[in-house]
């Protein structure tokens, strides 16, 4: 009887913990939105997180926002912290209610709690672009705790933090060239190069690396993909190449031969030797127009998980991985950028198929007789990932 | 009715108070301010009341709600720091900036950045778009309002050279033209919430022109969408067509209009009056050797001004088209004329400011002053003033006070 009543009591206990549980999470957002000033820092936040697609929860948000941006610099690191979880969108609504509550706690005089953000940035699991926000607020109040922290982020997994410390050593770099310590100063740049990852930055290093007399892999550097299989030319006259399915889109089979648009088409092998790793289909195709091509890798990840294809072209091009539809994009010759696309994807531990079609209008200016792609594989921190059995195997 | 009368009723039903310029060439659209007293004798001593830096780049024009000078601006390596400032129109110095995340794509060709669309507002709230399709809603202490990631909505709705359509908000509603070869599509969202009010397709081609708002005798607002396929003419609060000219027009140069006529980049230019409601436009005349480039043309008075990219200034009489003179500028010009009563200020992409008197016989340029930096940004004038941006600075440039520089 007495474990009965245990038992009954554990279940009591569980139930009413669900009930807790439910209530903070579930009933949080409505407590926030019916009476915001009454809510708590988690119910306000939880409320502006589930802002979402086509303006829905904006108006909630906005209640919740008003009151949380009114808080005093306790809610500062809870609202750091929820950035970790926080959709963009969320994220924006996050960032304005701390600048809008450091503007005038700071205008008031009292001192951003400096040890917290300081903790938060060097806690590198925490959101980047939020770590990114904490330093600006520790830049702005100490500058030389800062600078100290910037001495550590060379390797930083967000973008923005990277950025600057890899451009205060590029700084150091040139420096040491000036001053005739040319050995340290191209030592410096080598490691550098394995480091940075915005292109102006890279470009910079390469080019000081090149001028040094040393031979430099860009695209390795980048991590691009520059093996590759491709097949076409398919008709894509006045642009209906893009929505035409052709037989690659229902199956990569590698040792087929099908119907192209001047004949039959096989699978061919191609490897980009460009530093940026285009994979230009006038080179095995011969410049084109009104067509379609494919170009097909495989890709080994280490383990499964998500992961980051990004490509770059200025050609309508769709792309799938293992079968599964990530993105397109129907426009032709505006622009061509690394990193242009980024999609996400879900990769399986070893293998992943990675097909792309590619596409070139009847456009005959010389503007625009690219037919190319650019593509490469990183996490979702931005670092490039390497395919694990080498690419194209 | 004389056109100048027809103009200035229109004005009297806005509701804009006198001396703002809430959106791109002015809150009327039409890039005039017919009350500005504005130096036409320039000097860079005398006439520059201040410059402030900026944290970013941008081409996108200042607002101006009362003492408020709003400008946006991007930064960081791809662009995707996005900037909302609000600074004291009479010092220069800085109310309170808004930073935010870029949620959608932000390539755009070199030359330009991700602030092209000029912000607009309704006098209680400031919207800010970018080319990545992030739009903000703030009031005007720079509290969020509301906030979209159109990019996020539509994913196709992008444009690898940029986007640069300003947007513009009437009768409670946020319009903004969203078009690209991807996707294309106008869209309504309510000013207080953010929803949509209404999203219609359009012409799925890059466009770069922006909404011309018109007012009806009621005070509500019809909003002119041009596009390579023509023009468009919507109710503003429901999106729905009222009548649609498809005859094709410019996508980077937008119309002009006074009063009751549209002047359309269309086959040169095409001059369109508006009947009754839902009934199309009655074409008054076309000029087909009136050819705008980026620039959009302006009326001022009796004449209608275009500017091509080269410089040159095409002055035109407005009843039929009829070429007047025309006046070589010193160019290249991507910022459209803005005009006062009776003056045209044009800034070169060298950042030289050019006053031009239309009055003249051949039109002449009457003074000018250089502000040494590339200016792709259409200027704007609001009490007594005229605002111009660069990708790093925002002068003031006024009749001769005390300088805050």
Redesign the interface.
Known sequence: MARSTNVFGMRIRRYLGSVFIFASFTLAPLRAETNPAAAGHAALIQTIAA?G????G??A??AA??EL?KRDLGALLPILNAMDSAN??A???L???V??MV?RELASGRALPVEGLEQFVLDRAHQS?ARRLAFELIAQADPARSEKLLAGMINDPG??LR?EAVGRELGRAGKLLAEGKTAEGKGLYQRLLTQAR?V?QVDGIVKALRKLGETVDVAKAFGFITEWKVIGPFDSAGGKGFAAVYPPELGVDLGAEYDGKAGKVRWQDFASKEDYGEVSMNLPMKALKGVAAYAYTEFYAPKAGPAELRLGS?NAFKVWVNGNYL??????H????I???PMRANLKAGKNEILVKVCQNEQTEDWASGWDFQLRVCDLLGATMVSAKGEGQ | MKPWLALMCCLAWLPAQAGDWRQFRGSQGAGLAADAELPTDLDAKRNLAWRIDLPGRGHSSPVIVGDRVFVTCVS???GGRLHVLCLDANTGAKR??????A?G?T???EKISGAGPTPTSDGERIFALFSSN?L?CLDLD????????LM??Y??A????GLAASPVVADGVFIAQIE???DAFAIG??AL????RWKIARPRR?NWTSPLLLPDANGKHRAALQSSAGVQMIEAQSGRELWNYSEGAATTASSAVAGPVLYVPSNGITALQEGASGQSPKQLWRAAPLRTGTASPIVLGERLLILNDAGILTCAEIAEGKRLWQLRLKGPFTASPVATAKHLYVVNEKGLIQVIDPAKPEGEVISEMDLGETILGTPSIAGNAIYIRSDGHLWKVAQATAKIL
């Open positions: 802002v697609s086509e303006g829905s904006n108006v948000a906005g926002w008003r941006a963009e969108l994220a924006n609504w960032r304005s209610a600048e809008t503007n672009q973008s923005e950025r915005d102006d200025e993105f397109g994009q129907d426009e032709y505006r622009l061509k950028e990193d242009q696309y | 960081g390596a791809r309170w900036e808004r930073q935010f995340w949620t794509r390539t755009t060709h992030d903000f720079g509290n969020l309002l509301w906030l979209r990631g996020r909505d994913p196709n992008s444009n690898g050279l690209t070869d991807g969202v309510d919430t953010g929803v949509n890059a």
